[in-house]
């Protein structure tokens, strides 16, 4: 039996689910091949389970940067600041050197953690998921850190922002 066919405007879709505020990370790797870091932004991180720690995020499957990432031992989700949303746009361009001009460190488990993130989680791909134009990919979680006094950067309606209390 084939799928029903979707009448869904697209425009319309992505206007609707842009009310759901959504935080803004950058998934990172070190390149097993030539050791240099990769990484791309993704909105669609999220936790999936306590027992075992378990978190997932998805990528398009139009991205140049997940076939080499996908092979490294650990990837790192860096949970952007406030005031990180150029990381955001560069980790999003095509064609650009990422992580030109930007400070980093290892992971414990060896994936870049990006200066001043609130936070970081740090696991090893555990399971992927084919999921339309996107794959799911849920990380099995070794390390993590968060700042405690981290604003992170938000966004809602195709902008960024920050939630004030």
């Known amino acids: 039996m084939n799928p029903p066919t979707s009448t869904i405007d697209t425009a319309h879709f992505r206007y609707v ?43 398009s499957r139009d991205s140049g940067s997940w076939p080499v990432m996908r092979t490294a031992d650990r990837l790192c989700v860096n949970i952007l600041g406030v005031e990180q949303r150029a990381v955001c746009e560069r980790m ?20 870049p953690v990006l200066a001043g993130v609130v936070a970081w989680v740090e696991g090893a791909v555990e399971a992927e998921h084919d999921a339309g134009d996107h794959v799911i990919v849920v990380l099995r979680v070794h390390h993590l850190h968060g700042q405690p006094d981290g604003q ?10 920050r939630f004030t209390h």
Do not use: I, K, M
């Open 152 to 161: 992170p950067l938000l966004f809602l309606g195709g902008r960024y922002g």
């Open 92 to 111: 999003a361009a095509p064609r650009v050197d990422r992580f030109q001009g930007l400070d980093w460190e290892l992971s414990p488990g060896g994936a």
């Open 17 to 59: 689910l842009g009310h759901f505020a959504t935080g803004v990370t950058t998934v990172t790797a070190l390149d097993p091949a030539s050791h240099r870091p990769v990484g791309l932004t993704v909105n669609s991180f999220a936790s999936v389970s306590l027992r075992p720690p378990l978190v997932s995020f998805c990528v």
